[in-house]
T-cell receptor, first 114, second 113 residues
Framework: NAGVTQTPKFQVLKTGQSMTLQCAQD?????MSWYRQDPGMGLRLIHY???????DQGEVPNGYNVSRSTTEDFPLRLLSAAPSQTSVYFC?????????????FGDGTRLSIL | GNSVTQMEGPVTLSEEAFLTINCTYT??????LFWYVQYPGEGLQLLLK???ADDKGSNKGFEATYRKETTSFHLEKGSVQVSDSAVYFC????????????WGAGTKLIIKP
């Protein structure tokens, strides 16, 4: 049972480069989210999706794009990387909306922008 | 708007000590409350939750009670172990946040043998 799988686990980029962080879940969850985790700040929501074809912005969406063409996959794109995007990125999924649905997290992608 | 405030860390305790990590919240509605744990190098895992006032969530010896009158959800454990060393996050979810989780900053717990 794979759960939420994130790739890559580590990545170093140069300023201005682009890349895509991959996220896949095999639990048939409708809700998927991307967070970034910075020291002393907890998790901040970047983008989220309530189902295939539907995405919305979170607290810190600037510099990131997402799409949701299938239920399973929710990639996060950095179009032009900046040092301020150095962070640990977590993808999460949950079965549905509602206030008692726990989120399942991937192991994270540690991204450094030089 | 909704928010969660946790006590700052790190919290350093000796093995078998009693643990309390404070969490208070602000919410416009009636939120559900969660504690997540992040072990070194791993993603977050749900530790426990409570969905209405006076509910007590419990798991792995940890407990937290949903106190609406004090808007608190403090995490407690009677006797901590070295393996409990991790970062603990308090979070809430309700209709006002479109059921997205609102997170505290996290509290790092260090248990010394």
């Amino acid at each position: 049972n794979a759960g939420v799988t994130q790739t890559p686990k580590f990545q170093v980029l140069k300023t201005g480069q682009s890349m895509t962080l991959q996220c896949a879940q095999d639990m048939n969850h409708e809700y998927m989210s991307w967070y970034r985790q910075d020291p002393g700040m907890g998790l901040r929501l970047i983008h989220y999706s309530v189902g295939a074809g539907i995405t919305d912005q979170g607290e810190v969406p600037n510099g990131y794009n997402v799409s949701r063409s299938t239920t399973e996959d929710f990639p996060l794109r950095l179009l032009s990387a900046a040092p301020s995007q150095t962070s640990v990125y977590f993808c999460a999924s949950s079965y549905s909306g509602g206030d008692n649905q726990p989120q399942h997290f991937g192991d994270g992608t540690r991204l450094s922008i030089l | 708007g909704n928010s969660v405030t946790q006590m700052e860390g790190p919290v350093t305790l000796s093995e078998e000590a009693f643990l309390t990590i404070n969490c208070t919240y602000t919410a416009t509605g009636y939120p559900s409350l969660f504690w997540y744990v992040q072990y070194p190098g791993e993603g977050l895992q749900l530790l426990l939750k409570a969905t209405k006032a006076d509910d007590k969530g419990s798991n792995k010896g940890f407990e937290a009670t949903y106190r609406k009158e004090t808007t608190s959800f403090h995490l407690e454990k009677g006797s901590v172990q070295v393996s409990d060393s991790a970062v603990y996050f308090c979070a809430l979810s309700d209709r006002g946040s479109n059921y997205q989780l609102i997170w505290g900053a996290g509290t790092k717990l260090i248990i010394k043998p």
